[in-house]
C-alpha cells in the first residue's frame, strides 16, 4: 500500500522560509515523478510544483515566480519543497502527490495517491 506522509509545516511570518517533506513507502518512489498541491479553505486545489523520478524536469505553477524550490532524494525516498518568501497568501493546507502520468502534470487527477497534508500559515 502507498502511503505519502508529509511535514514540515507550520507558523510562520511573512518574508519566512518554511521546509516541506513527503515521504513516500509501498512502492519503488524512484520509479514516479511527484507533485505539490496545495488548498486554501474554500477554494480549490491547486497545482504548486512537479518533479520528475530522477529530479532532471521541474516545473512550477507561474505564481511561485521563484520563490518555491522542489526536489527529491531518491535514495531516502522523499521529496521536499523548499518555499522562502512565504506570503499570507500561501496559507494553506499542502500535499505531496505521486503522479499517474494520465494526464497533464498540472491537473490533480493525473495524480494517483496522495498524503493526508500538512498545514501552512503565514502570518502578517
Known amino acids: 500500500q502507498v502511503q505519502l506522509v508529509e511535514s514540515g509545516g507550520g507558523l510562520v511570518q511573512a518574508g519566512g522560509s518554511l521546509r516541506l517533506s513527503c515521504a513516500a513507502s509501498g512502492r519503488t518512489f524512484s520509479n514516479y515523478a511527484m507533485g505539490w498541491f496545495r488548498q486554501a479553505p474554500g477554494k480549490e486545489r491547486q497545482f504548486v510544483a512537479y518533479i520528475s523520478w530522477n529530479g532532471g524536469s521541474t516545473t512550477y505553477a507561474d505564481w511561485v515566480k521563484g520563490r518555491f524550490t522542489i526536489s527529491r532524494d531518491n535514495a531516502k525516498n522523499t521529496v521536499y519543497l523548499q518555499m522562502n518568501s512565504l506570503r499570507p497568501e500561501d496559507t494553506a493546507m499542502y500535499y505531496c502527490?505521486?503522479?499517474?502520468?494520465?494526464?497533464?502534470?498540472?491537473?490533480?487527477?493525473?495524480?494517483?495517491?496522495w498524503g493526508r497534508g500538512t498545514q501552512v500559515t503565514v502570518s502578517s
Open positions: 502527490a505521486s503522479y499517474s502520468g494520465s494526464s497533464s502534470r498540472f491537473s490533480e487527477y493525473a495524480y494517483d495517491y
